[in-house]
Structure formats: structure tokens, C-alpha cells
């Protein structure tokens, strides 16, 4: 079974943030830069918030908010999910389906430690498969 620890070891654990107090343009620069779709929103070193694509098309874009002067702070999500290192990847893949969330920071001893997205957690779900169906194979081989 995968841990979210098997999935930080494989990726730079630096998580890309921005202030609170940061412009939507500020962020969506940022996102662009690092090709993201998620920041964490910070107020010195805790954790406010997270901005994602999802929070700039509902609450910037469709109600035709101006990025360059609209603050972060007022169309984040403020309620953020994580999980710890020794989290299950099946369990975070259904903490995400269900709460139709996309990005979790990992938190270990109240330190972040960096952040899967769904699309980790998919590729590792198929390396796992793929190293099941490779230790099967080699199973019937040998047993013929």
C-alpha cells in the first residue's frame, strides 16, 4: 500500500505560496510561471488558504472581478484539507472525490512538507498497478 511519503520522495517538495495580501494577477502570474493550478495562501508562515484555478474562474472570472486589484484573501478558499506523510493514497484519492478537491499540503508535526494533487496520486496508483502486473507476470512465468 503507497503512502503519501512515497509520493513526496519522487517530487521537489517545495510548495509554491503566496501572501494573503497579493493581487488574483499577482497569483495567476505565479500559477502560469510554475504551470500549477494551486497556491497555498500564507500570512508569514501559517497557512490561510489555497487559491486555485478553480477559485479564480468562480470567483474572479465569472462575476468579472478585476485581478489587478482584487486580493487574494477576499476569493481564496479558506477551508484547507491536508494529510500527513503516512497517509494512505487511497484514502487521500477518496478525501479528494469526495470533497471534489484537487490539492492537499502535507503537514507533519504542524510543518508543511509539500503538496500532492490528484495527478500524483493517479500516476502513483498506476506505477503501483504497473509493478503488480510486472510481479504477476514474473509469478506465471515461473510457475509454468
Known amino acids: 500500500m503507497s503512502l503519501v511519503r512515497d509520493i ?5 517538495n517545495q510548495v509554491a505560496a503566496i501572501a494573503r495580501d497579493a493581487t488574483v494577477y499577482e497569483a495567476t502570474m505565479q500559477m502560469h510561471q510554475h504551470r500549477i493550478g494551486a497556491l497555498l495562501v500564507m500570512d508569514g508562515d501559517d497557512i490561510v488558504g489555497i487559491f486555485t ?4 474562474m468562480n470567483r474572479v472570472v465569472a462575476v468579472r472581478r478585476d ?5 487574494v484573501e477576499d476569493v481564496m478558499t479558506d477551508k484547507v484539507a491536508f494529510c500527513e506523510p503516512d497517509a494512505t493514497i487511497e484514502g487521500c484519492r477518496t478525501i479528494m472525490t469526495k470533497h471534489r478537491l484537487r490539492h492537499l ?3 507533519e508535526n504542524g510543518e ?6 490528484s495527478g500524483d496520486i493517479l500516476a502513483r496508483e498506476i506505477q503501483d498497478q504497473e509493478e503488480t502486473i510486472r510481479y504477476m507476470h514474473e509469478y506465471m512465468q515461473g510457475a509454468c
Not at 513526496?8 to 521537489?12: D, S, V
Not at 484555478?53 to 479564480?56: P, S, V
Request: glycine letters at 4%.
Open 67 to 71: 485581478p489587478d486589484s482584487t486580493l
Open 8 to 12: 513526496l520522495r519522487r517530487k521537489n
Open 105 to 107: 499540503p502535507v503537514i
Open 53 to 56: 484555478e478553480r477559485d479564480l
Open 112 to 117: 508543511l512538507r509539500g503538496m500532492i494533487s
